[in-house]
Every structure is written in structure tokens, then in C-alpha cells.
Nanobody, 120 residues
Framework: QVQLMESGGGLVQAGGSLRLSCAASGRIFSINTMGWYRQAPGKQRELVAVFRSGGSTNYADSVKGRFTISRDNAKITVYLQMNSLKPEDTAVYYC??????????????WGKGTLVTVSS
């Protein structure tokens, strides 16, 4: 079983910065994708930034140039540096991992989420 532990959310003023962390633990055989999604009130969950297999990254258009995803492979941890935050970035941010825990096939794993609130 894979567990994802997020940290780093909080309240920040518009224009400010926050850094989120997500550490994976448990039985992890391989990782296909790892990164961040978010869900704002009344909206669907959306991709924010992820690492794909091979090391490529995908960012939502709305965060390009402001957010940066990075990782520490040895610690199986991903980070999301969020700069120039806007009120519309307010959401619960979820860590996501797609990978294998040794059993057949890739599976999706989600963290419990961390709330980011950006005040205007």
C-alpha cells in the first residue's frame, strides 16, 4: 500500500508564495506519474503540475510561469513552489501518484489534500 503525505498549505496574501511537499511511502515498485492536482469549491479536480515517466513535466496553463514542480527521487518526494499566488489559486491541493506497488498494473493513489487559501 502506498501512502502520500502532503504539507505546506496555508493562508497567504495575493502575490505571495507557498511551497507544498508530498512524500510517498510504503511499497512502491515503480512510479509512472507523480505530482499535484487541485480542487476549488464547486469545481472539478484539475491537474496543476506532474512529472511523467521519463522526467517530463506537465503544467496547467493557468500556473505556467508561476508554479514549479521539483522532486527528490531518493526521498520519493515532490514539491510545488507556488509564486505570485492569485485568489483563483485557492483550492485543496492533492498529491497524486500513479504507479505499481508490486501487484499487477498501475494504480492511482491520492493524498488527503492540503488547503491553500489566497486572500485578495
Amino acid at each position: 500500500q502506498v501512502q502520500l503525505m502532503e504539507s505546506g498549505g496555508g493562508l497567504v496574501q495575493a502575490g505571495g508564495s507557498l511551497r507544498l511537499s508530498c512524500a510517498a511511502s510504503g511499497r512502491i515498485f515503480s512510479i509512472n506519474t507523480m505530482g499535484w492536482y487541485r480542487q476549488a469549491p464547486g469545481k472539478q479536480r484539475e491537474l496543476v503540475a506532474v512529472f511523467r515517466s521519463g522526467g517530463s513535466t506537465n503544467y496547467a496553463d493557468s500556473v505556467k510561469g508561476r508554479f514549479t514542480i521539483s522532486r527528490d527521487n531518493a526521498k520519493i518526494t515532490v514539491y510545488l513552489q507556488m509564486n505570485s499566488l492569485k485568489p483563483e489559486d485557492t483550492a485543496v491541493y492533492y498529491c497524486y501518484l500513479r504507479g505499481r506497488d508490486g501487484s499487477a498494473g498501475d494504480m492511482n493513489y491520492w493524498g488527503k489534500g492540503t488547503l491553500v487559501t489566497v486572500s485578495s
